[in-house]
Nanobody, 117 residues
Framework: QVPLVESGGGLVQAGGSLRLSCAAT????????MAWFRQPPGKQRELVAH???????NYADSVKGRFTISRDNAKNTVSLQMNSLKPEDTAVYYC???????????WGQGTQVTVSS
């Protein structure tokens, strides 16, 4: 079973919206803080938002007020609603448990988000 599968990326104009989804295995998802990350072209992977099992959330300053993270504990899925997209949001977006951020563990293929100006 693939640990993490991201979907929902695409090409969108600035100001548009996208909704990303991530399906995780129970081993990764259950009782873990889940997070969305992104890796812009030529840059390192960065944390975008995270959500606890109790649905407390936290966001990077660059996306606060525009992105909303949510999770469905019954389905082991985590989503990222992205509104008012900007060209600087262009990146490959990944989900994972937050604790794996600085590891090579469990990373999926990611989903490409491209925002045109």
């Amino acid at each position: 079973q693939v640990p993490l599968v991201e979907s929902g990326g695409g090409l969108v104009q600035a100001g548009g919206s996208l909704r990303l989804s991530c399906a995780a295995t129970d081993r990764i998802f259950r009782n873990n803080v889940m997070a969305w990350f992104r890796q812009p072209p030529g840059k390192q992977r960065e944390l975008v938002a995270h959500i606890t099992s109790g649905s407390s959330t936290n966001y990077a300053d660059s996306v606060k007020g525009r992105f909303t993270i949510s999770r469905d504990n019954a389905k082991n899925t985590v989503s990222l609603q992205m509104n008012s997209l900007k060209p600087e949001d262009t990146a490959v977006y990944y989900c994972n448990a937050l604790k794996y951020f600085n590891t090579n563990l469990n990373w999926g293929q990611g989903t490409q988000v491209t925002v045109s100006s």
